[in-house]
């Protein structure tokens, strides 16, 4: 089991900067990819970022060259800073981490992007 507890989100205006956190317990040995994946009311989940225990990294079109994903293998955390922030980014962010025949989701956290 992999626990996944994420911190950061809050209201910024447009433009504005945030930095979110994620920080893995349990049997984070197997965790491969990570990622950021991000949800609105009555939407599906969708992808925005992940990176690969050797530091590969795959955005969505949408934040690329905005928003960088990097990963703390010694400490077992992923962030996700996202600079010039939108009203369209406002959503909940999810954690991800994937093992061997499982994928874990943390609990959300808003981001709220005000024009």
């Known amino acids: 089991q992999v626990q996944l507890v994420e911190s950061g989100g809050g209201l910024v205006q447009a433009g504005g900067s945030l930095r979110l956190s994620c920080a893995a317990s349990?049997?984070?040995?197997?965790?491969?990819?990570m990622g950021w994946y991000r949800q609105a009311p009555g939407k599906q989940r969708d992808l925005v970022a992940t990176?690969?225990?050797?530091?590969?990294?795959n955005y969505v079109d949408s934040v690329k060259g905005r928003f960088t994903i990097s990963r703390d293998n010694a400490n077992n955390t992923v962030y996700l800073q996202m600079n010039s922030l939108k009203p369209e980014d406002t959503d909940v962010y999810y954690c991800?981490?994937?093992?061997?025949?499982?994928?874990?989701w943390g609990q959300g956290t808003q981001v709220t992007v005000s024009s």
């Open positions: 349990g049997s984070i040995f197997r965790i491969s990819t």
């Open positions: 991800n981490a994937r093992t061997p025949g499982a994928t874990y």
């Open positions: 990176i690969s225990t050797r530091g590969t990294t």
